[in-house]
């Protein structure tokens, strides 16, 4: 019987300061899950080929029309979002349609946060994520370049 095959493991990334590039995403009429796949993903640096685990190498985020995230199904009604006040009897339940109403930004930032590592990592990583509800952002200064979604 062979032996298990070695894990590859990609190379690791340099220690020194790298530029990070700013990547600007624009959420109107994309599918909530499949956008933040993809800007999960470039915030943790897994569209680099100096990828590593253990370090954040990815660049910033800025998401645009945020408010304008597209939910299927019946997921505007029937998805929960629980927070809790740490007190007893503080769950506080609320529909995705009423989470966008108080917070219009807040839909898309649970959705990447939660494809995160947990974490000092991620909590690092998340910081390089900026979103704005609509079409109006303060970022220009760093010419960000668009981020393309593939529509499946």
Do not use: C
Request: hydrophobic share 35%; aromatic share 8%.
């Amino acid at each position: 019987m062979p032996a298990a095959a070695t894990h590859h493991r990609p190379t690791y990334q340099a220690k020194e300061p790298f530029a990070r590039t700013w990547f600007i995403a624009d959420v109107d009429g994309q599918t909530l899950g499949r956008a933040a796949t993809k800007i999960a993903d470039v915030l943790r640096g897994k569209h680099r080929p100096t990828f590593t685990t253990h370090a954040d190498a990815g660049d910033f985020v800025v998401v645009v029309n945020a408010e304008k995230v597209r939910l299927s199904g019946k997921k505007w009604t029937g998805k929960l979002y629980r927070d809790h006040s740490l007190f007893p009897g503080g769950l506080r339940t609320q529909t995705a349609e009423q989470l966008v109403k108080r917070h219009p930004t807040d839909l898309v930032k649970r959705a990447v946060w939660g494809m995160l590592p947990k974490g000092p990592l991620g909590r690092q990583i998340y910081k390089k994520l900026k979103v704005y509800a609509g079409a109006q952002h303060p970022h220009a200064a760093q010419q960000p370049k668009p981020l393309k979604f593939t529509n499946a």
